[in-house]
């Protein structure tokens, strides 16, 4: 792990770390948590070290670790739940398929200390999606055929009595979903868009065909001004409305020549997309 300044001078480095014992490598970012920079190693089952690793920012230096016995590809989330910032992860055994459930947890950590607060069963396979939060809810996805949850957080301790739904059918999910009023919007990795109601796991989109042409994706939802984005393999781009009811805006293609695996990132009214070959900026006129 490395750190840089904004003219590109190195400030630090880890090379302490270990080696991914991982046919696949990694795939979760670091989070900056106050002085924190908080790094998820893992997937090194069942060789290597899984740890969720939290460095002072200046110097690079351990604060706190928090060693795991199973690993994933998600990038943790930093929440406020009742007042109190919470890291969430989820994380499981490679067992998909597996009936039960109990392979897995979704859980929530301090971000100060590394301290465990609370866990629910019902993971059971590789996370590659991050977890989510709105509404007093946490989501977590597995993927691979893999499960999700949600659950009701405030409690401390084994917390899955309070989980809300598990949903009765698996499905290979990459990138992130997002929630937004009361909804959670995805779409698996062969491109069928999803809506589950937050409370009750309800699904309120029945895609029968899959939108655009059909590619895959292993890009991340991105809300913004009520609409949804997500960058498909292929470098097209679907928007959705941000609603229960099904609704395709838009699609749009970058050209047969552009592929990608990336997500779209959005800052001050401008659409970054990363591709194989090129990064793409696109913004109204100016």
């Given at each position: 792990?490395?750190?840089?300044?904004?003219?590109?001078?190195?400030?630090?480095?880890?090379i302490d770390l270990g080696r991914w014992e991982h046919a696949f490598g990694?795939?979760?970012?670091?989070?900056?948590?106050?002085?924190?920079?908080?790094?998820?190693?893992?997937?090194?089952?069942?060789?290597?070290?899984?740890?969720?690793?939290?460095?002072?920012?200046?110097?690079?230096?351990?604060?706190?670790?928090?060693?795991?016995?199973?690993?994933?590809?998600?990038?943790?989330?930093?929440?406020?739940?009742?007042?109190?910032?919470?890291?969430?992860?989820?994380?499981?055994?490679?067992?998909?398929?597996?009936?039960?459930?109990?392979?897995?947890?979704?859980?929530?950590?301090?971000?100060?200390?590394?301290?465990?607060?609370?866990?629910?069963?019902?993971?059971?396979?590789?996370?590659?999606?991050?977890?989510?939060y709105a509404d007093g809810v946490a989501v977590g996805m597995a993927g691979?055929?893999?499960?999700a949850l949600a659950v009701k957080l405030g409690g401390t301790g084994d917390?899955?009595?309070?989980?809300?739904?598990?949903?009765?059918?698996?499905?290979?999910?990459?990138?992130?979903?997002?929630?937004?009023?009361?909804?959670?919007?995805?779409?698996?990795?062969?491109?069928?868009?999803?809506?589950?109601?937050?409370?009750?796991?309800?699904?309120?989109?029945?895609?029968?065909?899959?939108?655009?042409?059909?590619?895959?994706?292993?890009?991340?939802?991105?809300?913004?001004?009520?609409?949804?984005?997500?960058?498909?393999?292929?470098?097209?781009?679907?928007?959705?409305?941000?609603?229960?009811?099904?609704?395709?805006?838009?699609?749009?293609?970058?050209?047969?020549?552009?592929?990608?695996?990336?997500?779209?990132?959005?800052?001050?009214?401008?659409?970054?997309?990363?591709?194989?070959?090129?990064?793409?900026?696109?913004?109204?006129?100016?």
């Open positions: 792990m490395y750190c840089f300044d904004l003219d590109g001078e190195e400030l630090w480095k880890r990694n795939g979760s970012s670091p989070l900056l948590y106050g002085d924190l920079a908080i790094l998820w190693c893992g997937p090194n089952d069942p060789k290597g070290r899984n740890v969720l690793l939290a460095m002072n920012k200046k110097t690079g230096e351990t604060v706190w670790e928090q060693n795991q016995s199973y690993g994933s590809r998600s990038t943790p989330l930093i929440t406020k739940v009742n007042e109190q910032d919470q890291l969430i992860l989820g994380y499981s055994k490679d067992v998909k398929g597996q009936p039960d459930n109990k392979s897995g947890f979704l859980y929530g950590f301090d971000p100060k200390t590394g301290k465990e607060i609370w866990k629910c069963q019902g993971l059971n396979s590789y996370c590659y999606a991050s977890p989510l691979y055929g893999g499960s917390i899955t009595s309070d989980r809300l739904w598990l949903p009765p059918k698996n499905f290979q999910r990459v990138g992130s979903g997002v929630v937004v009023n009361g909804h959670v919007y995805i779409v698996d990795e062969n491109g069928v868009p999803r809506c589950y109601n937050l409370q009750t796991g309800d699904e309120q989109w029945k895609v029968e065909k899959r939108p655009g042409s059909g590619a895959s994706t292993w890009g991340s939802m991105v809300h913004a001004d009520g609409r949804l984005y997500v960058l498909m393999r292929n470098g097209e781009t679907l928007v959705f409305a941000a609603n229960p009811r099904y609704e395709l805006l838009a699609i749009n293609a970058l050209g047969s020549s552009e592929s990608t695996n990336s997500s779209l990132a959005i800052s001050n009214n401008e659409i970054f997309i990363r591709t194989f070959k090129h990064l793409w900026c696109i913004s109204g006129k100016k």
